[in-house]
């Protein structure tokens, strides 16, 4: 297991960043349902994907030592503060890490949407996960119709366009 998460680090740091480059999103030509999880929060409340049925999410997985991740978050943030009141959720889902490993973490990078623990990795184990951070955006079926492997800038219009689109249009019209 210690060589597993080795691999995983020296693939997951080198992704690269797309901050300087088109914020892209991958379509996934056969939308599957996405795979339900029960996890918790920083407060200890759990979560389940059920709970944000009907609404588009973005759900990232990550972890505080992934140099990508740390860059993505304040985009995060921003991108959070633009959509929450539209049917858009964010959860952003740590990756076999300590709750206090990530509290010291948002000290540096505050945010104030959910932040989950997969502590042993078993639930990102059962999503189309290529590398840290992923993240893979819902509709509001719970199909998995975008990958995004590698940073971005979450609050790019162009990205929070291809997500909003994915809303009914009385949600859409709420912009």
């Not at 080198?14 to 599957?32: M, R």
């Not at 509290?103 to 996960?129: E, G, H, Q, T």
């Not at 940073?151 to 249009?169: C, M, N, S, T, Y």
Request: glycine share 6%; proline share 9%.
């Amino acid at each position: 297991m210690k060589y597993f998460f080795a691999l995983l680090s020296l693939f997951f740091c080198s992704a690269t960043f797309a901050a300087g480059g088109p914020q892209t999103l991958a379509a996934l030509p056969n939308p599957v349902p996405a795979p339900e999880f029960s996890l918790q929060d920083m407060e200890g409340k759990t979560h389940t994907l059920s709970d944000y049925q009907g609404k588009a999410v973005i759900l990232n997985f990550w972890a505080t030592w992934c140099p990508p991740c740390r860059e993505e978050m304040p985009s995060m943030q921003r991108a959070w503060e633009q959509v929450r009141a539209e049917g858009i959720a964010m959860l952003a889902v740590n990756v076999g890490e300590s709750e206090d490993k990530v509290f010291a973490f948002l000290a540096d990078y505050p945010v104030n949407f959910p932040i989950l623990f997969d502590k042993d990795s078993s639930a990102m184990k059962n999503w189309p996960v290529k590398g840290l951070p992923t993240t893979l955006v819902l509709d509001p079926q719970g199909r998995i119709v975008y990958r995004a492997v590698g940073g971005r800038e979450w609050d790019d219009p162009g990205l929070l366009q291809k997500i909003r689109e994915l809303l009914p249009a009385p949600e859409q019209a709420k912009r």
